[in-house]
């Protein structure tokens, strides 16, 4: 499979766990981005990679929010001390510098 | 700040009929456009996309793109009730280092 892999496919846990998402884009796109979809809403974004350089980090997003590329391939999401509204589907996608394509996402319930 | 724009609809059309979307951009300088279609639960999925000015037609799917007037729209030939999702057009900056712009996206509803 040479599409965008993301896992866990489902997330559940407590509110105040830390939580970390992964995603492996697709081999030789060297950007990549987060988003945070919640229902009925399109895309919300999160950051954005160039290779292992972090570009762009949405001034929505807090400090218990961290994400990481670090040899300019798969990248990490993590969540530090989880709260209720950050139950959401979070997606990665991949690019080469045209079109993007995403991967099946990460869907996290904060309970 | 660059923006890409839709209206959230839903937008309802009748099965066999043509669906229209529409897209506007801020960005005079965006050279590539996207559309991605979304099912409830499920993640975009890429199904057109324009560089130049004009038409480009992949099936039932036609995407128009026109510069001078800063819009992109897709036309959904012979609407099936498979076709009801959210449409999300994008894009891209003419600095490739910038990142892809998404519109909030269109909901569309095929009625039987």
């Known amino acids: 499979d040479t599409g965008v892999s993301q896992n866990p496919r489902h997330k559940i846990t407590k509110r105040g766990q830390n939580v970390t998402f992964r995603c492996d884009p697709i081999s030789e796109h060297n950007r990549l981005y987060w988003y945070r979809q919640t229902l009925g809403q399109g895309p919300e974004f999160l950051t954005y990679?160039?290779?292992?350089?972090?570009?762009?980090k949405s001034r929505l997003l807090s400090d218990r929010f961290s994400a990481e590329r670090p040899k300019g391939s798969f990248s990490t999401l993590e969540i530090q001390r989880t709260e209720q509204g950050d139950s959401a589907m979070y997606l990665c996608?991949?690019?080469?510098?045209?079109?993007?394509?995403f991967g099946q996402g990460t869907r996290l319930t904060v309970v | 700040q660059k923006e890409v724009e839709q209206n959230s609809g839903p937008l309802s059309v009748p099965e066999g009929a043509i669906a229209s979307l529409n897209c506007t951009y801020s960005?005079?300088?965006?050279?590539?456009f996207f559309w991605y279609r979304q099912y409830s639960g499920k993640s975009p999925e890429l199904i057109m996309f324009i560089y130049s000015n004009g038409d480009k037609e992949d099936g039932r799917f036609t995407a128009q793109l026109n510069k001078a007037s800063q819009y992109v729209s897709l036309l959904i030939r012979d609407s099936q009730p498979s076709d009801s999702a959210t449409y999300l057009c994008a894009g891209q900056p003419m600095n490739r280092d910038d990142k892809i712009i998404f519109g909030k996206g269109t909901r569309l509803h095929i009625l039987p």
């Open positions: 990679f160039q290779n292992e350089a972090q570009l762009e």
């Open positions: 996608a991949s690019s080469s510098g045209y079109e993007a394509f």
């Open positions: 960005d005079r300088g965006s050279q590539s």
